[in-house]
């Protein structure tokens, strides 16, 4: 089982490292203005799906939590979602993520870097743009107070995974 997220954790920070290659390329006016998109994390390029690793199917969603060790705002959410039975217990039907350094990534910041982040990709490797926080100008955002709001949204994440998938 370790070895498997292991594998998983390896697999994502490869793909990572990928995409970083082209986040310095500047996007012209006909990409602007087109409407957002879910994100897919592929760009289009064939690779492994970390679903499907070692020739098993993880039929799990992803959820990447981005954190600093030494914000207090990374730290007050890690507490609350710690100490939250329910989602604790459904953070088990989850493959979790905790980057706890900024991504140069832009598929891994589609509203900006900052923390606590926490984004929801489904098998496909989407970003799903229909889970989010409560914030208009951050909306992958989560405090202490919206514990309830990202329950929520984790429930959302494994029905939207049951019933698209």
């Given at each position: 089982m370790e070895k498997s997220y292991m594998s998983m954790f390896l697999?994502?920070?490869?793909?990572?490292?990928?995409l970083a290659k082209d986040a310095g390329k500047k996007e012209?006016?006909?990409t602007t203005a087109?409407?957002?998109l879910p994100q897919t994390l592929s760009r289009g390029k064939k690779q492994k799906n970390p679903s499907?690793?070692?020739?098993?199917?993880?039929?799990?969603?992803?959820?990447?939590?981005?954190?600093?060790?030494d914000c207090p705002h990374s730290q007050a959410l890690k507490?609350?979602?710690a100490e939250h039975k329910d989602i604790q217990k459904l953070?088990?039907?989850f493959i979790l993520l905790n980057l706890v350094y900024e991504t140069t990534d832009k598929n891994l910041s589609p509203d900006g870097q900052y923390v606590p982040r926490i984004l929801f990709i489904d098998p496909s490797?989407?970003?799903?743009a229909d889970i989010t926080g409560r914030y208009s100008n951050r909306l992958y955002a989560y405090e202490p107070s919206d514990i309830s709001l990202?329950?929520?949204?984790?429930?959302?994440?494994?029905?939207l995974l049951k019933t698209e998938l």
């Open positions: 697999l994502l920070v490869a793909i990572s490292c990928a012209t006016k006909e087109k409407p957002k499907q690793i070692k020739g098993k199917t993880v039929n799990k969603p992803l959820m990447i939590i981005h954190h600093l060790e507490k609350v979602f953070a088990e039907k490797l989407t970003v799903r990202l329950y929520s949204n984790m429930q959302k994440a494994m029905k």
